[in-house]
Each structure stands twice: as C-alpha cells, then as structure tokens.
C-alpha cells in the first residue's frame, strides 16, 4: 500500500498569515495515464470532508484562490496564501492512483 | 444540485446484520462511482472502497474486503453498505462521497469525491 505522509501533523496560524502543508507518498502517484491523482480534502468542525484540489494543483470550482497545491511524484504541498477562521479544520492528502487509495492522517489547523 | 442522503444513526450489537443507505439526487446516479469512507472515533478518514452505480461493479480496501458489502439499487438511485456480523470494532461514522470526473476526447479521468453525504453513525455495543 502507498503510505501517505503528512507534516506537521497540527498548525496554529495567525489570521491573514500564509500556512503550508507537506504530504509524501511512498510510491510515486504519476499514473500511467499521465495523470497524478492526488487530492486535498479538508474536514472542517463537525462536516464532512470536502474536496480542495484534485490533480495535484487543479481547484474544485468555488474553492478560494487562496488554497493552490504543488508538487510532482512523491512530494506535494498545499499552501494557503491568507489563512482565514473559516479555514479551520483537518487537512487530507489522498491518492488513487495506486489501490488501495490512502489518506495521509490528517493535518489539524487551528486559528491563533 | 447534488445531494447524497444518508440514512440514520444506527445502535447495534455485536454479531448483528446492519445495512446503511446513501441516496443521490441532482446528477445521473448510473454514471458514477460512489466511494465510503470510514472514521473512527476521533481519528482520520480510511477509504473502504468504490461501487459503480451502473453495473454494481465493486473494488474494496484488502482492509475491508470480506467484511463488508457495497450494492446499488438503480431504481431508487441508492447504495448501500452492509455488514452481515457486526463487531465493536465497527464503531465508526461512515461516509459516502461520488467519485466526480471529467472527459476529454473520450478518455475520462478521475477528479477525486467531490460530493459526500454528511455521514452515518454505526454504534456497536453489547
């Protein structure tokens, strides 16, 4: 199984201040197809989870400018430009393009 | 609008049968494969495994594989999981999403769940 590795696993973040996460995989998420299927999710307080970025860096349509992902192969990140209140929650990286798909353990963040 | 519904809180023993229901609306149920998650009581998100709503096609997690059963009912744009003998180890809030996609020239890829349903609680308790 790809095992997913985030960092770190919590976050304390001023309001209007950039915050960055780090997730490995184990394995390289290059498809064969071409395309790397790797995900960001966010759990906010008592919701489900909700889709950020597929492909690596591609915005779900309505998700803020704010948040844009990067990476390439096994190391990826997820920064977002001006943390905001309502950007507290858990932070999931997953994969798919390897079964089993696996989730990174989560990334809390927490507003100073 | 997409909405997926999922079906109440559920308390049962161990050794019980149990199936819970994700309903869809707001897209064509049949094009789409529909993912559960599993949580654990504080604890992070364990994908279970995907079911395709059109032929019922199913691939599960290896941690999940035997224990559990995805079905899809077409007529009522509903999936299911069910167990057929609970354990208190199965005490857990349990997520549906739908696998979103998109096309190009054919060829279609995978855009991640972009839609889930707000979850079901499985208490398991003697």
């Known amino acids: 199984d790809i095992v997913m590795t985030q960092t770190p696993l919590s976050l304390s973040v001023t309001p209007g201040q950039p915050a960055s996460i780090s997730c490995k995989s184990s394995?390289?998420?290059?498809?064969?197809?071409?395309?790397?299927?790797f995900y960001w999710y966010l759990q906010k307080p008592g919701q489900s989870p909700q889709l950020l970025i597929y492909?690596?860096?591609k915005r779900l349509s309505g998700v803020p400018e704010r948040f844009s992902g990067s990476g390439s192969g096994t190391d990826f990140t997820l920064k977002v430009s001006r943390v905001e209140a309502e950007d507290v929650g858990v932070y999931y990286c997953?994969?798919?393009?390897?079964?089993?798909?696996?989730f990174g353990q989560g990334t809390e963040v927490e507003i100073k | 609008e997409v909405q997926l519904v999922q079906s109440g809180a559920e308390v049962k023993k161990p050794g019980e049968s149990l199936r819970i229901s994700c309903q869809a609306s707001?897209?064509?149920?049949?094009?789409?494969?529909i993912g559960w998650v599993r949580q654990l009581p504080g604890k992070g998100l364990e994908w279970m495994g995907i079911?395709?709503?059109?032929?019922?096609?199913?691939t599960y997690s290896p941690s999940f594989q035997g224990h559990v059963t995805f079905s899809v009912d077409k007529s009522i744009n509903t999936a299911y999981l069910q167990w057929s003998s609970l354990k208190a180890s199965d005490t857990a809030m349990y997520y549906c999403?739908?696998?979103?996609?998109?096309?190009?020239?054919?060829?279609?890829?995978?855009?991640?769940?972009?839609?889930w349903g707000p979850g079901t609680l499985v208490t398991v308790s003697s």
């Open positions: 394995e390289s998420l290059l498809h064969t197809d071409g395309k790397t299927y």
């Open positions: 079911v395709y709503s059109g032929d019922s096609d199913a």
């Open positions: 997953m994969q798919n393009t390897q079964l089993p798909w696996t």
């Open positions: 707001g897209y064509m149920f049949t094009a789409y494969w």
């Open positions: 492909e690596v860096s």
């Open positions: 999403a739908r696998l979103g996609g998109y096309c190009v020239n054919g060829v279609c890829y995978k855009i991640g769940f972009d839609y």
